[in-house]
């Protein structure tokens, strides 16, 4: 069996669960996450691999608030009583109840990985219980990133959020406030990353491939200062994603079918990712749902060797149009495709996270790819389009035009020019890995118009995509273009939450 991270994992109150080969040898063993458990170099490693399996529990739904509520996906049928996708099409169209059940299961996943990481923090604090300072400096790395990256995503898909930092009761987090998003950045989400590039590894053996490295934790931090925005925070990101594309052992894959190959089972961790949240497929229940998920309606056994799919993401009638716009584009048939259902009915569906392999329902080999090569690039020419680097900007998104087979774009003319070419080639070559979201959202500040995303969202829905779809609708309301508001480019703060606490009153999100 290949060298992979793989965790079981059961999160209830604080209990943790977890193992995994080559990092651990022994047995998975439950542990209660008590204070003076983490006492050994291999309790603490233990814990820290609990915590990379509830990122890998998390990402499993990730894909509902990103590319779902972007234009990159739909539900392409719904039939008569699949109430998830009622709640899909609710998410698309701006009017997502703030008692979605599945929204609150994943807040609640978000917040336990923290808990999880907090409880963990204070045993690798100094060298109490890991002597050797390079292993110490590691595992707070690691616990410092997972903690930022889901911080990250909370600050960007909810907004002002409760910090936490360490391990609390019941009674003390009712007492906790909102923080504005930019003190959750200066505080958590930007030390914690500096010290994880500071502390982590550059590089691992190959049995913890999937562990943090500096070049991760220098990318998302990058990240954190693009979506902030401002002159300022592009000057910070800009040496951190040089760093990475100029010095880290990472490059674009080259070559014949060099694009399917970044996404191909059997050659994971290559040499394009930066960072990924690993899966393993086969009989040890620790295997991704994504092929399952993906492929297409009403096709079992055709698709899928066991199970039925759900077919709950499909790419949207625009985005396959731009993946044919140009016919030398080798990234369309990896990334999507038509299943011809019957004479008169096709369905489209998401191809990256094909898995041959797959032998139990929604148990695949795919590692979800968090961050990879050819994102950075493309970051990189979003900051010299704003910048005014314009003849640059052109050369950087030419390097991922060429790997697609495509012919080189004249230089740009314009800021403008240069950000819609950086965007759409970021929406191509990034389509379905949970990025356009976060683009969208930071081109209110690359453009300074506070509506642009607001702006494609409503054209997505009322002009060039669902709009397609609505004849399938039966019983699903259809969208009501007086709900688009900017306020609800946040999700709302599920009910529960601030139902639960009786020491404060937890705003809701505007427009809510």
Same mark, same amino acid.
């Given at each position: 069996?290949?060298?992979?991270?793989?965790?079981?994992?059961?999160?209830?109150?604080?209990?943790?669960?977890?193992?995994?080969?080559?990092?651990?040898?022994?047995?998975?063993?439950?542990?209660?996450?008590?204070?003076?458990?983490?006492?050994?170099?291999?309790?603490?490693?233990?814990?820290?691999?609990?915590?990379?399996?509830?990122?890998?529990?998390?990402?499993?739904?990730?894909?509902?608030?990103?590319?779902?509520?972007?234009?990159?996906?739909?539900?392409?049928?719904?039939?008569?009583?699949?109430?998830?996708?009622?709640?899909?099409?609710?998410?698309?169209?701006?009017?997502?109840?703030?008692?979605?059940? =599945? &929204? *609150?299961?994943?807040?609640?996943? %978000?917040?336990?990985?923290?808990?999880?990481?907090? @409880?963990? +923090?204070?045993?690798?604090?100094?060298?109490?219980?890991?002597?050797?300072?390079?292993?110490?400096?590691?595992?707070?790395?690691?616990?410092?990133?997972?903690?930022?990256?889901?911080?990250?995503?909370?600050?960007?898909?909810?907004?002002?959020?409760?910090?936490?930092?360490?391990?609390?009761?019941?009674?003390?987090?009712?007492?906790?406030?909102?923080?504005?998003?930019?003190?959750?950045?200066?505080?958590?989400?930007?030390?914690?990353?500096?010290?994880?590039?500071?502390?982590?590894?550059?590089?691992?053996?190959?049995?913890?491939?999937?562990?943090?490295?500096?070049?991760?934790?220098?990318?998302?931090?990058?990240?954190?200062? =693009? &979506? *902030?925005?401002?002159?300022?925070? %592009?000057?910070?990101?800009?040496?951190?994603?040089? @760093?990475? +594309?100029?010095?880290?052992?990472?490059?674009?894959?080259?070559?014949?079918?060099?694009?399917?190959?970044?996404?191909?089972?059997?050659?994971?961790?290559?040499?394009?990712?930066?960072?990924?949240?690993?899966?393993?497929?086969?009989?040890?229940?620790?295997?991704?749902?994504?092929?399952?998920?993906?492929?297409?309606?009403?096709?079992?056994?055709?698709?899928?060797?066991?199970?039925?799919?759900?077919?709950?993401?499909?790419?949207?009638?625009?985005?396959?149009?731009?993946?044919?716009?140009?016919?030398?584009?080798?990234?369309?048939?990896?990334?999507?495709?038509?299943?011809?259902?019957?004479?008169?009915?096709?369905?489209?569906?998401?191809?990256?996270?094909?898995?041959?392999?797959?032998?139990?329902?929604?148990?695949?080999?795919?590692?979800?790819?968090?961050?990879?090569?050819?994102?950075?690039?493309?970051?990189?020419?979003?900051?010299?389009?704003?910048?005014?680097?314009?003849?640059?900007?052109?050369?950087?998104?030419?390097?991922?035009?060429?790997?697609?087979?495509?012919?080189?774009?004249?230089?740009?003319?314009?800021?403008?020019?240069?950000?819609?070419?950086?965007?759409?080639?970021?929406?191509?070559?990034?389509?379905?890995?949970?990025?356009?979201?976060?683009?969208?959202?930071?081109?209110?500040?690359?453009?300074?118009?506070?509506?642009?995303?607001?702006?494609?969202?409503?054209?997505?829905?009322?002009?060039?995509?669902?709009?397609?779809?609505?004849?399938?609708?039966?019983?699903?309301?259809?969208?009501?273009?007086?709900?688009?508001?900017?306020?609800?480019?946040?999700?709302?703060?599920?009910?529960?939450?601030?139902?639960?606490?009786?020491?404060?009153?937890?705003?809701?999100?505007?427009?809510?």
């Amino acid at each position: 069996m290949k060298n992979k991270v793989y965790i079981l994992i059961a999160f209830t109150a604080l209990i943790l669960l977890g193992a995994c080969k080559d990092f651990l040898e022994d047995k998975p063993a439950s542990v209660l996450t008590q204070v003076n458990f983490y006492n050994t170099p291999a309790r603490i490693n233990q814990g820290v691999l609990g915590c990379y399996a509830g990122m890998a529990t998390a990402l499993k739904d990730e894909w509902r608030y990103t590319e779902i509520r972007s234009d990159n996906t739909c539900v392409a049928t719904t039939g008569t009583s699949g109430i998830d996708r009622v709640d899909y099409c609710d998410l698309a169209f701006f009017r997502t109840s703030t008692s979605l059940p =599945m &929204m *609150q299961q994943y807040w609640y996943k %978000l917040f336990q990985n923290i808990s999880n990481v907090n @409880a963990i +923090l204070p045993s690798v604090a100094d060298n109490a219980f890991v002597a050797v300072e390079s292993q110490r400096a590691q595992y707070e790395a690691e616990l410092l990133f997972i903690r930022a990256y889901h911080y990250f995503t909370l600050v960007n898909l909810w907004g002002d959020m409760f910090k936490v930092t360490s391990v609390i009761s019941a009674e003390e987090a009712k007492k906790i406030p909102r923080s504005p998003v930019s003190e959750i950045y200066n505080d958590i989400i930007i030390p914690d990353l500096l010290k994880a590039i500071d502390q982590a590894p550059a590089s691992y053996a190959t049995g913890d491939a999937g562990r943090i490295t500096k070049w991760a934790a220098m990318s998302l931090l990058a990240k954190a200062y =693009m &979506m *902030q925005g401002g002159t300022d925070n %592009l000057a910070k990101a800009k040496p951190l994603i040089e @760093a990475v +594309l100029t010095t880290s052992p990472h490059g674009l894959l080259l070559g014949t079918g060099a694009f399917a190959q970044i996404f191909d089972v059997t050659k994971e961790m290559n040499k394009e990712i930066i960072f990924a949240v690993r899966y393993l497929g086969g009989s040890s229940g620790l295997g991704s749902p994504f092929w399952g998920i993906f492929a297409p309606d009403n096709s079992a056994n055709l698709f899928l060797k066991v199970g039925t799919p759900d077919g709950d993401n499909n790419p949207t009638p625009e985005l396959m149009h731009l993946f044919r716009a140009d016919p030398k584009d080798t990234r369309k048939d990896p990334s999507f495709r038509v299943w011809l259902k019957s004479a008169t009915d096709t369905i489209q569906y998401i191809s990256k996270y094909i898995d041959p392999t797959m032998i139990l329902p929604k148990q695949c080999e795919n590692d979800w790819i968090v961050i990879r090569y050819a994102d950075m690039v493309l970051l990189n020419a979003e900051i010299m389009a704003q910048d005014g680097r314009i003849g640059e900007a052109t050369i950087e998104v030419n390097k991922i035009r060429a790997r697609a087979g495509l012919d080189p774009l004249e230089p740009f003319s314009s800021n403008e020019e240069a950000l819609d070419a950086v965007y759409k080639e970021r929406r191509l070559e990034l389509a379905f890995e949970n990025q356009r979201w976060f683009d969208l959202l930071r081109m209110a500040n690359a453009y300074g118009n506070p509506n642009k995303a607001l702006d494609i969202l409503k054209t997505h829905v009322f002009v060039t995509d669902w709009t397609n779809l609505y004849s399938q609708y039966d019983k699903i309301p259809l969208p009501d273009e007086t709900q688009f508001i900017r306020e609800r480019l946040l999700l709302p703060i599920p009910q529960t939450e601030i139902d639960a606490n009786n020491e404060m009153v937890i705003p809701q999100n505007p427009g809510y």
